[in-house]
């Protein structure tokens, strides 16, 4: 097959599915519908609404940061975050849910925060507690890459 693999990702802006060809950079992808920049390349600041839209309209792998602005580990992992976010854009899309604001939050299993959890598909496939470097987040979350997700990095 020499078909050219491409990804889906959500406009939290408007929540329509865009499709991202994989010869595109996923950094400079913008909403096919309203416009707003897509942003793959930096954790998107998500609701328990946002969430559930990502979740459902995401094939592949999703990392969700549940965080406090009180929470110490939580603010020292963003710049982590952020950065393994950068370095996975295309490959894996990362949120942050501030668990200030979520209702959804008490249903994920999460005991402290920052907690990690990966999703493959809207399904949960991994978790992690605790401040993680950028450096295990993007080792982590490429251990579970497959190849029906785009290979290189
Ligand atoms: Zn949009």
Partial sequence: MSVALSSQAVCISCGSANRIPANKPAAAAKCGRCGAPLSLDKPAEVDDGQLKQV?????????????????????????????????????????KLNADHSQMVSKLGVSGIPALILYRDGRIIDRKAGLIKADALVAWVRSHLTNSDKPAI
């Fill in 55 to 95: 979740l459902e309209k995401s094939p592949g792998l999703v990392l969700l940061d549940v965080w406090a602005p009180w929470c110490g580990p939580c603010t020292a992992m963003a710049p982590q975050f952020t950065a393994a976010a950068s370095t996975l854009a295309g490959h894996a899309r990362l949120v």
